[in-house]
């Protein structure tokens, strides 16, 4: 459960992100996120390593019934009585029939209070996101699309192996604000092989203009096993480099706060607040057909429960917290560990005041975040920052028992 993945999580089948709190050990999860996976896709992206598979042929059926079964199993033993989120993800879950989404939302709402207004999104892709269908979507109760555009130039989508166009990307976002206005989000990849700094600006100014109330931006990663990753490690294509990419993030910043975006989230941007947390997650079976074999015998498809301990617990807060403009408020900080303050952690000296002396973090009456520049080099602040808080804590006396756990990142 979740350990929360700083990074997109692509898994089979359903899991459940909740906020909540339980004491005595039972889980009980008033509040919670679910989230869906379709983990197929028509082709392999040349840079992707999410859970993802590539058949001749699905079995729809099959497949929308075990979402069905395994989130109504999840729902039920995670004690949830009220879905305020679901986020279809994949996979490309806009490869799914409108039929099968809609049946998915209405075995939820058939097990929980899936309360009017509940933000219902699903992941699009330009290459299988027709007006038509996108439409039919809404129809099934979708009211938020997040599209994988990447990247506004051709031969860029060449490289990353797309399967759309850039004027495919155009259509399917103009299309997406009409149908879901105010409810439109850009993914947007940077940091590719031979990508210069103008062309990162150009494409992201051109997005801003085509852009609705969101956008996400994600640097690339080569990860091992990829064909990208294959062709700049071969020295078919030149790697990026490191000042370049910090560049290229910090500019990106800087275009999007000037147009009037929040940057309220690492890798996320938005004219109106949004953010989450995550208390319980599971770990779920990757492959779909073992998956569906799981849920067809049990119910769902979990592998693994991890039970965090209270440091487990505030090490999740840290990492998630800083995250967001926000950072951590005492309110939130106390509600998990009611015995040790923020200030007592992370005022006293040690690493966290060198981190506020160098301008990388600020803790003061709100609580406990990053500044602009701290945001862009969070993953080198949490090392310090986790040591310190392992060195500092001391379990309560009487332990107080929370159920999360781990997501599962794709291969
Ligand atoms: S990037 Fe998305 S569409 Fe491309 S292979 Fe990966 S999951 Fe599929």
Redesign the pocket.
């Known amino acids: 459960m979740c350990f929360v993945s700083l990074r997109k999580v ?1 898994v089979a089948g359903a899991h459940v992100q909740g906020c909540g709190c339980s004491e005595g050990g039972v889980p009980a999860i008033p509040h919670s996120a679910l989230c869906p996976q379709w983990p197929y ?5 040349f ?2 390593s ?1 859970n ?1 598979y ?1 058949v001749p042929a699905v079995d729809e059926a099959a497949m929308g019934a075990c979402l069905v079964r395994e989130a109504r199993t999840l729902l039920r033993l995670s004690q949830v009585q009220s879905v305020t989120s679901v986020f279809f993800g ?3 879950p806009s490869l799914a029939s409108p039929r099968t989404i809609a049946a998915v939302l209405e075995g939820v709402a058939g097990a929980v209070h899936l309360p009017a207004g509940t933000e219902i999104t699903l992941e699009a ?1 330009p290459s299988s996101s027709d007006t038509q269908h996108l439409a039919d979507f809404k129809a099934a109760g979708v009211n938020r699309l997040s599209i ?1 555009v ?1 990247s506004l130039n051709d031969a860029e989508l060449r490289l990353l ?3 759309h166009t850039a004027a495919e990307a155009r259509n399917t976002v103009e299309v997406a604000r009409r149908l879901f206005p105010g409810r439109t989000s850009l993914d947007l990849i940077f940091g590719l092989p031979g990508q210069s700094q103008e062309a990162w600006t150009r494409g992201l100014e051109e997005a801003l203009r085509l852009s609705d109330d969101h956008i996400s931006l994600y640097q690339l990663t080569l990860e091992r096993g990829t064909l990208l990753a294959a062709q700049v490690w071969g020295g078919a294509l030149p790697t990026p480099a490191q000042d370049l990419l910090a560049d290229m993030y910090q500019a990106a910043r800087a275009v999007l706060v000037a147009a009037g975006f929040r940057h309220y989230e690492v890798s996320n941007f938005a004219r109106k607040g949004e953010g989450s947390c995550c208390r319980e997650a599971r770990v779920q079976t990757l492959e779909p057909d073992a998956w569906m074999q799981e849920v067809q015998s049990r119910g769902h498809g979990t592998r693994r429960r991890v039970v965090l301990s209270p440091l487990e617990q505030l090490e999740e807060v840290l990492v998630l917290g800083l995250r967001t403009d926000e950072g951590i408020t005492h309110a939130r900080w106390q509600h998990v560990s009611p015995h040790l303050s923020l200030e007592a952690v992370f005022g006293a000296p040690g690493e966290a005041k060198a981190l506020q002396q160098q301008g990388w973090l600020v803790l003061d009456s709100n609580g406990l975040r990053c500044t602009w520049e701290g945001l862009a080099v969070l993953d080198s602040l949490l090392p310090d920052l986790l040591c310190q808080l392992q060195r500092c804590w001391a379990p309560p006396a009487t332990p107080v028992h929370h159920t999360a756990g781990t997501v599962a990142a794709g291969p």
């Open positions: 692509r896709c028509r082709k392999r992206c840079y992707c999410f993802k590539v994949g996979g490309t892709n994988g990447q192996g797309r399967e």
